[in-house]
């Protein structure tokens, strides 16, 4: 505490301009989505986030399990409302006081849950929502904040809303030139007005991994800390060497373009995949990262604001296998974590720390499903099993350039029906394929490709063997998630590409 206060004072001094008495500035933050099959359960991930010395963790929903495993935890909580939500919130004050009462009040006074923050919406501005966010999302954030007042808490609870970084852009390519994108510039300027009024503050997410996904001709080197780019973009007395100092920049110039110099930006997501997208791997991940971590360390902050770094919430603590993969086959592998709270890639913390891996996580039985060796891969049925194994499981590791994309077509084929028979839980009859399938007991996993074996959610027997999915919310980039299809999808395609050939 007295730590924290001085280094309050010596910004005051710095940066006096800046208002910015909620804004705890060495806290290192990160996201806690729960859209898998198998999600870790509560109380170990709490005491994940606290043996790795996460000060700060976001939610994107009121997720009851997780808010009363965070109770007394000592973490600051930021709690999310789902894009969803948002049309009935903003139809009326009512609806909101409903909310809050029952997601805020009840955790803060019977769990002892430390919500300092509430995240209207997520990226509501962003282009593949088309527009439909557009008029609700500012009522909404009145009702919360007004039901928040009503229930005597705004000196403790900020509002915010999560911004995706094209909410704002540059018409000569330079920070400088920022201004908000014109289709939202007056929902947006009347965001931040009423933000800025009511005490709140500001959320971008920004995520360099999609720009170099997006733009085959963007540099790497610039997607990273390191300052050796080969590629700064210069503005005026300014060089960038990182295009995340250049895109919060870019929102900072905005900002000042339109009357709020002043406003504190967090960072609501950041991070880089480790599967999915032949950029998304384990050593890029890791340079990301540890260069991410560094900054937070070291307290940098940007060109803009070099005195005032940004609390950063880092996307994502573990990975989700159950998100929309409409992003791309990566959406899954957002994790530091992989989904069972194992380590993917060493990462040094404050005074050289690493990482902790997850305690106390309970597996299924180690057993795997595979392609029987006695089937044939000719067989009529298998383009149709492994089409439905991956519909109803996760397959994005075998996609162009992930984990398992160097099995051979057997190998293929045995990963699915194992990911499929492991999301049932390992249920009689789950590893059938009309014979097509074996169990075995010895690890079928080859170089960086992990056949999984589940955590034990205790819902073996209980399942029955109707397609499997829980209706789950979003979280980070994409929409609702289930299992689309598009994987199966891809993967049938190449199946039968494979089929006819031969
Ligand atoms: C509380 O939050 C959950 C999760 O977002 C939501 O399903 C529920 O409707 C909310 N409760 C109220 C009264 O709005
Ligand atoms: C499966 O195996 C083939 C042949 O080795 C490989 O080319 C392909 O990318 C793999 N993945 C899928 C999804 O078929």
């Not at 007005?193 to 790497?220: E, K």
């Amino acid at each position: 505490m007295v730590m924290i206060h001085v280094i309050f004072l010596v910004l005051f001094l710095v940066q006096p301009l800046i208002d910015d008495r909620h804004h705890v500035v060495d806290a290192l933050g990160c996201n806690w989505g729960r859209v898998s099959t198998h999600p870790l359960p509560a109380d170990i991930v709490v005491r994940l986030l606290k043996d790795n010395g996460f000060e700060k963790v976001k939610l994107f929903e009121a997720d009851p399990s997780a808010l009363i495993a965070l109770g007394k935890s000592g973490i600051q909580v930021m709690v999310g409302i789902p894009n969803d939500l948002l049309p009935s919130l903003a139809s009326s004050v009512r609806v909101a006081e409903e909310w809050v009462v029952q997601n805020v009040s009840v955790y803060l006074s019977k769990y002892g849950v430390d919500i300092r923050y509430i995240a209207i919406g997520n990226e509501p501005f962003l282009e593949s929502n088309r527009g439909v966010f557009n008029k609700v999302i500012f009522p909404a954030l009145q009702n919360v904040q007004a039901a928040i007042i009503k229930a005597g808490l705004s000196r403790q609870v900020k509002l915010t809303v999560p911004f995706n970084a094209n909410v704002y852009q540059t018409e000569n390519g330079l920070p400088s030139g920022g201004n908000f994108r014109s289709d939202v510039l007056t929902v947006v300027s009347s965001i931040v007005a009423f933000l800025h009024d009511n005490g709140g503050f500001l959320t971008i997410n920004i995520y360099p991994f999609l720009s170099l996904h997006a733009d085959p001709n963007f540099p790497l080197t610039y997607a990273f800390f390191d300052g050796g780019t080969s590629a700064p973009v210069v503005d005026g007395s300014i060089t960038y060497t990182n295009v995340f100092e250049a895109n919060y920049d870019t929102f900072i110039f905005a900002l000042e373009k339109n009357g709020f110099p002043t406003m504190s930006v967090v960072v609501g997501e950041i991070g880089w995949p480790t599967d999915g997208d032949p950029n998304a791997n384990a050593n890029y991940a890791r340079h990301f990262n540890q260069g991410l971590l560094d900054r937070i360390i070291r307290k940098s902050g940007t060109p803009k604001r070099p005195n005032l770094p940004p609390d950063i919430y880092i996307f994502s603590l573990i990975d989700e296998n159950a998100k929309s993969i409409e992003p791309g086959n990566f959406e899954r592998h957002w994790g530091i974590f992989n989904y069972d709270g194992t380590i993917k890639y060493p990462l040094s913390f404050y005074n050289g720390r690493s990482l902790v891996a997850a305690k106390g996580v309970k597996y299924m039985e180690k057993q795997w499903c595979v392609l029987s060796p006695t089937a044939s891969i000719a067989d009529p049925n298998v383009p149709g099993s492994t089409q439905y194994a991956c519909t109803y499981s996760d397959c994005t590791s075998l996609s162009y350039g992930s984990s398992c994309n160097g099995l051979d077509v057997r190998g293929n084929i045995s990963y699915a029906f194992n990911q499929f028979y492991q999301t049932r839980n390992q249920q009689n009859g789950a590893c059938g394929f009309g014979n097509l399938a074996k169990l075995t007991r010895t690890d079928p996993s080859q170089q960086t490709c992990r056949f999984e074996v589940m955590i034990d959610v205790g819902r073996r027997k209980k399942l029955k063997p109707s397609p499997f999915n829980p209706p789950s919310r979003r979280s980070g980039v994409g929409s609702s998630s289930i299992f689309s299809g598009t994987t199966a999808a891809v993967f049938f395609a190449t199946m039968m590409v494979l089929f006819y050939c031969s």
